[in-house]
């Protein structure tokens, strides 16, 4: 009888120590898809998490990034921009990055029309780098175009918004 007294007092000290230990514990971690972590490692440090930046020295995303997608050029020019290009992720890596950007991150801005990036359009147009253009005056020309005939909202204009 003692032993038994002793195995349910040890018990009970038990569920009392787990119950306790629960309370203590940390919040969770929040998950993330593969996509998301690496658009945070390798874009959320300029972009901001949620695509919101500084918006004057780096382009926000959120609810802009998809206009580019009104333009061909546009859509090529967010695989081309130099530090897209040459991101040590895999084909597939920037593939699924871009459009977790886009589609997610650009919410509202992305065209009913636009298909996602596919595998072999994104491995074909990083190996066309846009290093040998003023990115300003393409980004410009572009924000140009998407404002003047596709609607684009004048947001984009923000960064670099001393030429205006």
Same mark, same amino acid.
């Given at each position: 009888?003692k032993a038994l007294l002793v195995?349910?007092?040890?018990?009970?000290?038990?569920?009392?120590?787990? +119950?306790?230990?629960? @309370?203590?514990?940390?919040? *969770?971690?929040?998950?993330?898809?593969?996509?998301?972590?690496?658009?945070?490692? +390798?874009?959320?440090?300029?972009?901001?998490?949620?695509?919101?930046?500084?918006?004057?020295?780096?382009?926000?995303?959120?609810?802009?990034?998809?206009?580019?997608?009104?333009?061909?050029?546009?859509?090529?020019?967010?695989?081309?921009?130099?530090?897209?290009?040459?991101?040590?992720?895999?084909?597939?890596?920037l593939t699924d990055v871009l459009?977790?950007?886009?589609?997610?991150? +650009? +919410?509202?801005?992305?065209?009913?029309?636009?298909?996602?990036?596919?595998?072999? @359009?994104?491995?074909?147009?990083?190996?066309?780098?846009?290093? @040998?253009? *003023?990115?300003?005056?393409?980004?410009?020309?572009?924000?140009d175009a998407l404002i003047g005939?596709?609607?684009?909202?004048?947001?984009?204009?923000?960064?670099?918004?001393?030429?205006?």
């Amino acid at each position: 009888m003692k032993a038994l007294l002793v195995a349910v007092g040890l018990v009970s000290s038990l569920v009392q120590t787990q +119950g306790s230990m629960a @309370e203590t514990r940390p919040p *969770s971690v929040p998950t993330f898809t593969r996509p998301q972590s690496n658009y945070l490692l +390798g874009c959320g440090g300029c972009h901001g998490e949620n695509g919101i930046s500084n918006s004057k020295l780096v382009p926000d995303l959120h609810d802009q990034v998809g206009f580019y997608l009104n333009l061909p050029e546009g859509r090529e020019y967010l695989v081309r921009l130099p530090n897209v290009a040459f991101s040590i992720m895999s084909d597939q890596e920037l593939t699924d990055v871009l459009n977790f950007m886009v589609f997610r991150i +650009g +919410g509202a801005s992305v065209p009913a029309h636009a298909p996602p990036y596919t595998l072999a @359009e994104v491995a074909r147009l990083r190996k066309q780098p846009l290093n @040998e253009v *003023s990115l300003v005056d393409y980004r410009n020309r572009l924000v140009d175009a998407l404002i003047g005939q596709h609607q684009g909202s004048p947001k984009l204009r923000v960064y670099g918004s001393d030429r205006y």
